[in-house]
């Protein structure tokens, strides 16, 4: 499988609801369609969250892994 490569980073470590997709749409906003975000969460409701604005919105959740209570995802601009 080959690695996706991110063109931006985002932490929002310690942010609450909804304060990781406020931030996460304006990183996306920002960037060329078919570029790649990592945005990085300790909130656990950002899992629901970020499937929701991605079928909202139409940009693609690559992948999400959870670890140590860090949810890194990989999201794709529409």
Same mark, same amino acid.
């Given at each position: 499988?080959?690695?996706i490569k991110s063109?931006?980073?985002?932490?929002c470590e310690?942010?609450?609801?909804p304060l /990781?997709?406020?931030?996460t749409?304006?990183a996306? +906003?920002?960037?060329? !369609?078919?570029?790649?975000?990592t945005?990085t969460a300790? +909130? /656990?409701?950002s899992?629901?969250d970020m +499937?929701s604005w !991605?079928?909202r919105?139409?940009?693609?959740v690559?992948?999400h892994t959870? !670890?140590?209570?860090?949810h890194?995802?990989?999201?794709?601009?529409?």
């Amino acid at each position: 499988m080959e690695e996706i490569k991110s063109n931006a980073e985002l932490n929002c470590e310690g942010m609450n609801c909804p304060l /990781p997709i406020l931030k996460t749409k304006k990183a996306i +906003d920002g960037m060329e !369609s078919g570029q790649v975000l990592t945005m990085t969460a300790t +909130d /656990p409701g950002s899992v629901n969250d970020m +499937d929701s604005w !991605s079928k909202r919105t139409g940009n693609e959740v690559l992948s999400h892994t959870e !670890s140590g209570g860090v949810h890194t995802y990989l999201i794709r601009k529409k």
